[in-house]
Each structure stands twice: as C-alpha cells, then as structure tokens.
C-alpha cells in the first residue's frame, strides 16, 4: 500500500505539489487539511476521541473528524468521505472559515494546515470505525469550553486553536 500524499499549498491555498503524508509532517511543510463539526438538532457537538494508535494525538479529544483532501477531491467530497470512514455516516455539509496553523508535536511531527473548516448536521450517534476513533460523546459548546479550560490536555492542538479563534463562526 502506497503512503497517503498530501497537497502542498501556499498560504493562499493554491497547490504547489503532493507529498507523503509523514515526509510532509516531518519537515513542517504547509499542506491542506479539513476539520468537520456536526451538530445535532439539541445544539450540541459531535466529538471524537482519537484511536491510541493515531501517530500524534492519540486518545485525545477533538471534532468530529478531520483528515486530508486527496489530490483532485474538494474540501466537501473530503469531508463527506471521511464522516463516512470514520464515523459511519454522510450528511450535508457547509464550509464556513479556513485557517493556517503550525502545531509541533513531542514526536518531532509538525502539522502545518491550512484547515477548511465544515459544519453539517446530524441526529443520530455514530458508527464509530475502531481503528481511527476510541469513542464519542455529544456536548454542547459551553460544556466544551468550559471542559476545555480545565483540562486543555484533553484536546487537540487544533480543537483548542478553532475554540480560542474562531468560536463565533462556529457557535450557530
């Protein structure tokens, strides 16, 4: 099986090549990535808990899903794709915002993403894909920030950066 390549980008997002998914995040190289929140009809948050065998962050907390667009495949079709891989369903999405950030992490990998950030709605719980997710809860936004203040470890680097930065456009 060939690695995952991810698409290099500048920081207006246009592509200027494809790498290996660990050669990209070894030497911090900018690259498009997506982040995927589905809420439920009571407000509340789908999270995710990271599988312990996730190379960065595992058993951590973080959004629903979230990967890379494959070369050729919009940030939407991504994200419908991933919802499916590792959460068990499809549901419309929307993107609403994009946002650089570069996360080093005590493995010596760096994510370095321009993140599209998509939000979509959904009722019912998942069916969680053992390899990539340890489990699930709903919480509302106040519950999670709140959670997250306390006990910040508990998050993803990127979870706390869209909470911190851009709590508005996800707040809906």
């Known amino acids: 099986m060939t690695e995952e390549q ?5 920081k ?3 592509k200027i090549g494809l790498m290996p998914k660990m050669e990209a995040h070894e030497k911090a190289m900018l690259h498009r990535a997506f982040s995927v929140f589905i809420f439920n009809d009571e407000g509340k948050l789908m999270l ?5 065998e996730k190379y960065h962050s595992p058993l951590l907390w973080t959004n629903t899903c979230c990967s890379h667009q494959r070369d050729g ?3 939407l079709e991504a994200g419908k794709r ?8 499809v549901c419309d999405l929307k993107e609403v915002f994009s946002f650089i950030y570069k996360a080093p992490f005590e493995n010596g990998l760096t ?3 321009l993140d599209h950030v998509m939000v979509g709605y959904f009722n019912e719980n998942p069916k969680i894909n053992k390899e990539e997710v340890a489990s699930f809860k709903w ?20 979870f706390q ?5 851009y709590y508005n456009f996800i707040n809906k």
């Open 161 to 165: 950066i869209i909470f911190e930065k």
């Open 139 to 158: 919480m509302t936004l106040q519950e999670i920030k709140t959670d997250m203040q306390s006990k910040p470890e508990n998050y993803t680097v990127w």
């Open 12 to 14: 207006n997002d246009h």
């Open 48 to 52: 995710q808990q990271r599988a312990a």
């Open 82 to 89: 991933r919802l499916q891989e590792e959460m068990g369903f």
């Open 73 to 75: 495949e919009t940030s």
């Open 111 to 113: 994510e370095h993403e």
């Open 6 to 10: 991810v698409i290099l980008v500048d």
